[in-house]
């Protein structure tokens, strides 16, 4: 009898433990979920949000359904009307081959927004990957995916682009190829922040909880450290595709990006680069169209980072 008494005193204090254990991790979801609330009724009230938001609006909806903004073709051209300036009949004027030049503009949108989605995406899922991996498990897995991080990042990613596309034959450069070599070189910054935002979390008071409790190594990962590290890459990652639209419009314009005969605000620019003197609207309308469309990503995702971010409140 003596020996059962001990051994339910031994077990008391255990029990008393995980509990205040269990519950600190209920509270630490619930204000979790209250910081994503805090966090959505903080954009609504931000104007710069509302602004790009509108921004973002229009132009995914001119990528989706460019036949909404305007009923010509843009692949009808005729070299009698080459480089006409704008009018009322021609409202950007036309190009060097004589097509419509606000169609091209407007039909421009898909390609170039469709690189910056599908990098943007890529470049996420790959950093999400590793740097929960790296940032959680840390010792010589961290040192090695950190060390493979830090190559691929000691490499410009222009520069890494530049050579591989210029490998590549021009008839073979099209979104996905371009996308495709955007993601090789441009996944280790995304990678850093998420392995630096795991970290900051592994070592929270509701994960060493879950450890007390018995939880596993990818149910941490999964319930507690993922949805709680998230933040500052998905606020990265809308900066990030606007960063991707410039970097397309650029390697198209140095002539290793898409190539004809697909439609993208880069190849206007760089057919417009050698007529600037004489035809200078076929260089403005890209120009203003890429501008405004990666002012609006990066507007928002300075916006969402803000508002996720509770050290940015105070």
Known sequence: MSEMFKAEARTEPIDSTLEPAAENGREKKVEEASLWVDAWRSLRKNPWFI???????????????PQLFTNNDPRECLLSRSRQDPSG?????????GCDYYSRVIYGARNSIAVGFIVAIGTFIIAVAVGLVAGFFGGWVDAVLSRITDMVFAVPYILGALVFLNAL?????????????????????????????????????????????GAGPITIMRRHILPNSLGPVIGYATVFTGIIIGAEATLTFLGVGLQLPSISWGLQLSDAKDFLQVAPHLLLFPVIFVGLTVFAFMTMGDVIRDAIDPKAKK
């Open 51 to 65: 602004i790009s938001a509108a921004l973002l609006l229009i132009f995914l909806t001119m990528a989706i359904f």
């Open 89 to 97: 009949e021609h409202w950007f004027g036309t190009d060097i081959q």
């Open 169 to 213: 034959p021009s008839d073979v450069r099209g979104v996905r190829e371009v996308s495709l070599v955007l993601i090789v070189f441009m996944w280790p910054t995304m990678t850093r922040l998420m392995r630096g935002s795991v970290i900051s979390v592994a070592h929270s008071e509701y994960v060493l909880a879950a450890r007390a409790l």
